[in-house]
C-alpha cells in the first residue's frame, strides 16, 4: 500500500497579538525556511502583524485561511494536502479555539515537529485573572513558552518566576524562556524561594509543596543529597516496588476539573504499615532516578522517617 509523505507540522498557540505572527516572521527573516521546501501556512486568526506577501513567495509559502472553528477537520486538511502538497505545515492556530480539536483533526501523516505558545507578559496576569483555563491551556501541547514584551521590572519584581512557575505546573516537559523590551532572550530567571535550599533539613511549608514540586524538577541538581521534611497523602503506584509509595499532593492548575495528584516516588522500608490517602510527613533525602515513560532523570526520596500527620488547611495546592 502507497504510504503518504510524512509531513512535520509546527503549531503555534497564543491569544490575539501575544506574538505568533512575529514569532515567525522573525524567524523566516533569520532564513530557516530558504531550504526551497514548500511551506503551507494556515492562518486562523489575523491580527496587526501581516508578513509581507514577497518575503512568504521568496520562502516558498503557500498560506490558507480557515475563518471559523468549523473549519477544523481532518477532511480540510486532507483537501490542503492533497492540492499543494506541502514539505511542512505551520499553523497559527486562535487562541480562543480548542486545541484538542486541532490535534484530532491532524491527518496521519502530518506528524507534530514542535508545539509553540506566544503570551505578551504584559497581559498573562489579567488573562490568568479573567480566564484561567483559557490561557493556560495555550500551554498544554507547547514544547517552547515564550513570554514576549518582558521588562526589567517584571523581573526583579519576581514577577517572571511566578509566570515561569504557573506555566510549568501546566506543562512540566516544557522550556520557558523570555523575550525582553529590548529583544534579548533571559533564561537566567531564578525564583526568591520561601525555604532556605542550603539548610541541614530543608522544611517544606505546607502552602510551599508547589512551589517546591516545581523547582525540584526545573533545579534537580539543586537537592541531590539534600534532606527534606514536608507533609504530603500516601498513594501506592501501580506496578512499582512494594518499598515505594508515592507522597504527594492534589494540585489545581487552571480550574477544579484540572485537579491532579503530584508528588515524588519515595523507598520506605515500612510501607506497609501505611495505609492509602492518609496524610503524612516524610523527612527524605532527595536522588535522581531514571523511570519508564519519563525522559531524563528525576527526583527520587530516600524516606528517613514517615509520621502520621493531620491534613494540611488546604488540601489542594495551587501554583500561583
Not at 27 to 54: P, S
Not at 97 to 111: G, I, R, V
Not at 298 to 314: G, R
Request: a negative charge; proline letters at 3%.
Amino acid at each position: 500500500m502507497f504510504k503518504k509523505k510524512e509531513v512535520p507540522v509546527y503549531l503555534f498557540f497564543g491569544f490575539l497579538e501575544s506574538g505568533k505572527t512575529s514569532f515567525i516572521l522573525e524567524t523566516m527573516k533569520e532564513g530557516q525556511f530558504k531550504d526551497g521546501k514548500k511551506t503551507v501556512y494556515i492562518l486562523c486568526e489575523e491580527g496587526i502583524e501581516e508578513i509581507d506577501e514577497d518575503l512568504l513567495m521568496e520562502n516558498k509559502f503557500k498560506t490558507v485561511t480557515i475563518e471559523d472553528q468549523s473549519g477544523i477537520t481532518e477532511e480540510d486538511f486532507l483537501k490542503i494536502d492533497k492540492a499543494m502538497k506541502p514539505d511542512r505545515v505551520i499553523i497559527e492556530y486562535n487562541g480562543m479555539w480548542d486545541q484538542d480539536t486541532l490535534l484530532e483533526a491532524l491527518p496521519e501523516n502530518w506528524l507534530v515537529a514542535e508545539g509553540i505558545a506566544t503570551v505578551d507578559a504584559s497581559t498573562y496576569t489579567d488573562h490568568l485573572n479573567n480566564m484561567k483555563m483559557l490561557m493556560l491551556n495555550q500551554f498544554t501541547y507547547a514544547d517552547l513558552i515564550l513570554f514576549d514584551r518582558c521588562t526589567k521590572a517584571m523581573e526583579e519584581s519576581g514577577d517572571l518566576a511566578g509566570f515561569k512557575r504557573t506555566a510549568r505546573a501546566k506543562n512540566r516537559r516544557s522550556q520557558v524562556i523570555f523575550e525582553m523590551e529590548d529583544g534579548s532572550i533571559n533564561n537566567n530567571i531564578k525564583e526568591e524561594l520561601p525555604y532556605d535550599v542550603n539548610a541541614p533539613l530543608i522544611e517544606i511549608e505546607d502552602d510551599d509543596f508547589g512551589i517546591w514540586y516545581i523547582d525540584s524538577f526545573d533545579h534537580m541538581d539543586t537537592y541531590i543529597g539534600k534532606r527534606v521534611r514536608f507533609k504530603g497523602q500516601v498513594y501506592f503506584p501501580k506496578k512499582s516496588d512494594k518499598n515505594v509509595f508515592v507522597p504527594g499532593r492534589f494540585a489545581m492548575t487552571c480550574c477544579a476539573a484540572d485537579i491532579q495528584f503530584v508528588g515524588f516516588q519515595c523507598r520506605y522500608d515500612k510501607v506497609k504499615e501505611l495505609k492509602e490517602k492518609e496524610f503524612v510527613t516524610v523527612t527524605a533525602t532527595v536522588r535522581a532516578a531514571t523511570m519508564t515513560g519519563v525522559e531524563g532523570p528525576v527526583p527520587f526520596l530516600i524516606a528517613d522517617t514517615v509520621e502520621k500527620a493531620d491534613p494540611p488547611k488546604e488540601e489542594v495546592v495551587m501554583f500561583n
